[in-house]
């Protein structure tokens, strides 16, 4: 199982730089599931939520699982609000 850990802060602006380190990271570790720990996010916006729907999608076409751990309370409410906590279970 790999794992990588979401940055102190993720908004549009990093959103890209981020989404390519968690990439890399998913292509350098063994197949499995993929966990993500949003442990440590303290500053973000709505495209927290696009980048895990799209990490999802990355592993989901590499035949791996993503998990995502210890949610901050509002990044439950974001994804709730957008309607896919069905995509991204917290």
Do not use: K, N
Not at 4 to 14: D, G, N, S, V, Y
Not at 26 to 39: E, K, R, S, W
Request: aromatic share 4%; hydrophobic share 45%.
């Amino acid at each position: 199982m790999g794992e990588a850990r979401l940055p102190e802060r993720l908004t549009t602006a990093e959103a890209a730089a981020t989404l390519d380190s968690l990439r890399r990271a998913l292509a350098a570790q063994p197949g499995g599931a993929f966990t993500v720990d949003a442990g440590g996010l303290r500053s973000f916006d709505s495209s927290a939520v696009a980048l895990l729907l799209e990490l999802r999608r990355e592993a989901q076409r590499a035949g791996r699982s993503l998990s995502v751990t210890h949610w901050p309370p509002r990044l439950r409410d974001l994804v709730a609000a957008y309607g896919v906590q069905e995509l991204l279970p917290a």
